[in-house]
């Protein structure tokens, strides 16, 4: 077997000398999805790393045309693969603002670090990845490749998010571990939820009427807030497009889970929610802002608490997104996602990464001397251009 640290060493002195033009990497493929797709349900690759939901993401936000896939094989099989947008200067990971997690989907140890290697050797003077799963394998192979190949490396941590082991023990045993006053309150809500009219919670599986369904999410979870601040699904058509079709390709194959909680028939919550292999990934909360003194976001979060315990299929409920308050005290624990920025050029990667750091220090004074009003609104046409 070839000396893969002798690789490494050689790329790292080649790297930058030619110029990036990315004809290593392929565009999306019918006939390499199906070998991409069998290899992630083989590694247990997230559903967020599937081509089907990768699809959905490209082609809602225009990026069909852009997306190449870095891949690996050994002896004519598919051994990792990786989702990138190629441009002039750098590669960057196929993400936005609503990627849930990102992670090169790899078969095993070698397979990771064999892609590494390949991604580093590329010739692209930079390479930026976000939300990259801090614990998965192709990340760790990524860092371990920077180091063979002399590479400077920026990593920063971006989110912890938060998930809920529903592998033991049962939904009374859970709440039974809240605090004395969460019980109360939950107890209180539900009760007065309850005065009000039936109260159930209502999973679909989106394969009938999904997009009345949908529409029906969509509104409650557009509240007031998250509209001014342009992070809403309804607050730009490229989201709104992405969730349709990432919903068709999830009821297609059998993953997709609309909840609702409906008090008289009426639905006061929402949430978008895909189950594969276990894990039932929460994705988008909603609720009614006509009714949120009854607390029904609270509601419905514990109802699905309940309803992955009653599953004996579902191991854990993965919260996603950042730590906030109301996931903290329910999470098991928490699972770190970050940007790692690669300068693979040995002679000016170290002046560039100085030079990142430099621009985002004084980022960061400037916007501390905002004020409020005007981060907010800066905020809200990042979120829009983001998304």
Same mark, same amino acid.
């Given at each position: 077997?070839?000396? +893969?640290?002798?690789?490494?060493?050689?790329?790292?002195?080649?790297?930058?000398?030619? =110029?990036? /033009?990315?004809?290593?990497?392929?565009?999306?493929?019918?006939?390499?999805?199906?070998?991409?797709?069998? #290899?992630?349900?083989?590694?247990?690759?997230?559903?967020?790393?599937?081509?089907? &939901?990768?699809?959905?993401?490209?082609?809602?936000?225009?990026?069909?045309? /852009?997306?190449? *896939?870095?891949?690996?094989?050994?002896?004519?099989?598919?051994?990792?693969?990786?989702?990138?947008?190629?441009?002039?200067?750098?590669?960057?990971?196929?993400?936005?603002?609503?990627?849930?997690?990102? @992670?090169?989907?790899?078969?095993? @140890?070698?397979?990771?670090?064999? *892609?590494?290697?390949?991604?580093?050797?590329?010739?692209?003077?930079?390479?930026?990845?976000?939300?990259?799963? /801090?614990?998965?394998?192709?990340?760790?192979?990524?860092?371990?490749? @920077?180091?063979?190949?002399?590479?400077?490396?920026?990593?920063?941590?971006?989110?912890?998010?938060?998930?809920?082991?529903?592998?033991?023990?049962?939904?009374?045993?859970?709440?039974?571990?809240?605090?004395?006053?969460?019980?109360?309150?939950?107890? +209180? #809500?539900?009760?007065?939820?309850?005065?009000?009219?039936?109260?159930?919670?209502?999973?679909?599986?989106?394969?009938?009427?999904?997009?009345?369904? #949908?529409?029906?999410?969509?509104?409650?979870?557009?509240?007031? &807030?998250?509209?001014?601040?342009?992070?809403?699904? #309804?607050?730009?058509?490229?989201?709104?497009?992405?969730?349709?079709?990432?919903?068709? &390709? /999830?009821?297609?194959?059998?993953?997709?889970?609309?909840?609702?909680?409906?008090?008289?028939?009426?639905?006061?919550?929402?949430?978008?929610?895909?189950?594969?292999?276990?894990?039932?990934?929460?994705?988008?909360?909603?609720?009614?802002?006509?009714?949120?003194? *009854?607390?029904?976001?609270?509601?419905?979060?514990?109802?699905?608490?309940?309803?992955?315990?009653?599953? =004996?299929?579902?191991?854990?409920?993965?919260?996603?997104?950042?730590?906030?308050?109301?996931?903290?005290?329910?999470?098991?624990?928490?699972?770190?996602?970050?940007?790692?920025? *690669?300068?693979?050029?040995?002679?000016?990667?170290?002046?560039?990464?100085?030079?990142?750091?430099?621009?985002?220090?004084?980022?960061?004074?400037?916007?501390?001397?905002?004020?409020?009003?005007?981060?907010?609104?800066?905020?809200?046409?990042?979120?829009?251009?983001?998304?």
């Amino acid at each position: 077997m070839p000396d +893969r640290r002798a690789r490494g060493d050689r790329r790292g002195h080649t790297v930058g000398t030619r =110029p990036f /033009a990315g004809k290593e990497l392929q565009g999306l493929d019918p006939e390499l999805d199906k070998r991409w797709d069998a #290899l992630a349900l083989a590694s247990g690759a997230p559903v967020f790393l599937r081509p089907g &939901w990768v699809r959905a993401w490209a082609t809602a936000f225009g990026k069909t045309d /852009a997306v190449r *896939l870095l891949t690996v094989e050994r002896g004519g099989e598919l051994v990792a693969v990786m989702p990138l947008l190629a441009g002039a200067l750098t590669l960057r990971s196929a993400t936005n603002a609503e990627t849930a997690v990102y @992670a090169p989907v790899v078969a095993d @140890a070698e397979a990771a670090a064999e *892609l590494a290697d390949t991604l580093l050797g590329l010739g692209a003077p930079s390479i930026d990845l976000a939300a990259l799963s /801090a614990a998965d394998a192709g990340t760790d192979a990524l860092v371990k490749g @920077a180091e063979r190949a002399g590479s400077a490396l920026l990593r920063r941590t971006l989110r912890s998010s938060p998930y809920i082991d529903t592998s033991v023990g049962d939904a009374a045993s859970f709440r039974a571990g809240l605090s004395k006053n969460k019980r109360h309150g939950l107890r +209180r #809500l539900e009760k007065r939820l309850a005065e009000v009219g039936e109260l159930v919670l209502d999973v679909q599986d989106g394969r009938e009427n999904r997009a009345a369904l #949908l529409a029906e999410g969509y509104r409650l979870e557009a509240r007031e &807030w998250k509209l001014a601040a342009g992070s809403a699904i #309804l607050s730009n058509p490229a989201t709104t497009r992405f969730y349709d079709l990432a919903a068709e &390709w /999830a009821a297609s194959e059998g993953l997709l889970r609309l909840a609702f909680l409906r008090v008289g028939g009426r639905a006061v919550g929402f949430g978008y929610l895909v189950e594969q292999a276990g894990t039932l990934s929460f994705l988008k909360l909603g609720m009614d802002d006509a009714s949120a003194k *009854l607390g029904p976001g609270i509601v419905i979060m514990h109802h699905l608490i309940d309803y992955a315990f009653a599953d =004996p299929a579902v191991t854990e409920l993965d919260l996603l997104g950042e730590n906030d308050a109301y996931k903290k005290d329910l999470a098991s624990g928490t699972r770190e996602q970050l940007r790692m920025q *690669l300068f693979p050029n040995r002679r000016t990667g170290s002046a560039q990464r100085a030079a990142v750091v430099t621009a985002g220090e004084l980022r960061t004074r400037i916007v501390e001397k905002l004020s409020d009003d005007t981060r907010d609104r800066l905020s809200a046409i990042r979120n829009r251009i983001l998304r």
